[in-house]
């Protein structure tokens, strides 16, 4: 009979366990989190590792989720400003492969694409303009120029950057030289 108890205490406590931690508890753990970078304080490295923790956590239980593609951009942008930039590009990139479809995924091939171009990984960081290009020819990025402006530009320092035709001042009836 003890051992029957002692079975049943078990069942109800991994049960409470496997309860807790649902698909909105963990997202609202990443939400925090994200919520925390938009303050002008210094970044609360516990709450953003917990929001880390929880978005990963979501992702393993829940990849079909509506919001996995949400989980995923959350998890990629907190461990970018953790510092973890490789894993931050390849969680990016990742939601391009897993949900195609996904609202992020012009954002996530821009942020993969600077994450890269910052480590010097020239060729993915192309790799991600050029996608970003071709499989979002009506992106605002693509439609202001900006992504060519990003490829023409690719390994020099900002400050060596031409001076866009459109950002030069003239005078009227002047053209730029």
């Given at each position: 009979?003890?051992?029957?108890?002692?079975?049943?205490?078990?069942?109800?406590?991994?049960?409470?366990?496997?309860?807790?931690?649902?698909?909105?508890?963990?997202?609202?753990?990443?939400?925090?989190?994200?919520?925390?970078?938009?303050?002008?304080?210094?970044?609360?490295t516990?709450?953003?590792?917990?929001?880390?923790?929880?978005?990963?956590?979501?992702?393993?239980?829940?990849?079909?989720?509506?919001?996995?593609?949400?989980?995923?951009?959350?998890?990629?942008?907190?461990?970018?400003?953790?510092?973890?930039?490789?894993?931050?590009?390849?969680?990016?990139?990742?939601?391009?492969?897993?949900?195609?479809?996904?609202?992020?995924?012009?954002?996530?091939?821009?942020?993969?694409?600077h994450?890269?171009?910052?480590?010097?990984?020239?060729?993915?960081?192309?790799?991600?303009?050029?996608?970003?290009?071709?499989?979002?020819?009506?992106?605002?990025?693509?439609?202001?120029?900006?992504?060519?402006?990003?490829?023409?530009?690719?390994?020099?320092?900002?400050?060596?950057?031409?001076?866009p035709?459109?950002?030069?001042?003239t005078?009227?009836?002047?053209?730029?030289?």
């Open positions: 009979m003890k051992r029957f108890m002692f079975g049943l205490i078990v069942l109800a406590a991994a049960g409470q366990v496997a309860c807790s931690g649902g698909p909105a508890d963990l997202l609202e753990d990443g939400a925090l989190a994200m919520g925390s970078l938009s303050n002008e304080q210094p970044l609360e516990e709450l953003i590792d917990k929001g880390k923790s929880s978005l990963e956590m979501f992702i393993e239980r829940h990849p079909n989720h509506v919001d996995a593609d949400s989980a995923r951009f959350m998890l990629a942008t907190l461990q970018e400003v953790g510092g973890y930039h490789v894993d931050a590009a390849q969680n990016y990139l990742e939601i391009l492969r897993q949900h195609p479809e996904s609202r992020f995924g012009a954002k996530s091939l821009i942020l993969a694409g994450i890269y171009e910052a480590m010097y990984d020239y060729a993915r960081a192309r790799a991600s303009y050029d996608r970003l290009i071709r499989d979002y020819p009506e992106h605002e990025f693509v439609t202001g120029g900006s992504a060519q402006w990003l490829l023409d530009n690719m390994g020099r320092s900002a400050d060596d950057w031409p001076v035709f459109d950002s030069v001042e005078d009227p009836g002047t053209s730029p030289q």
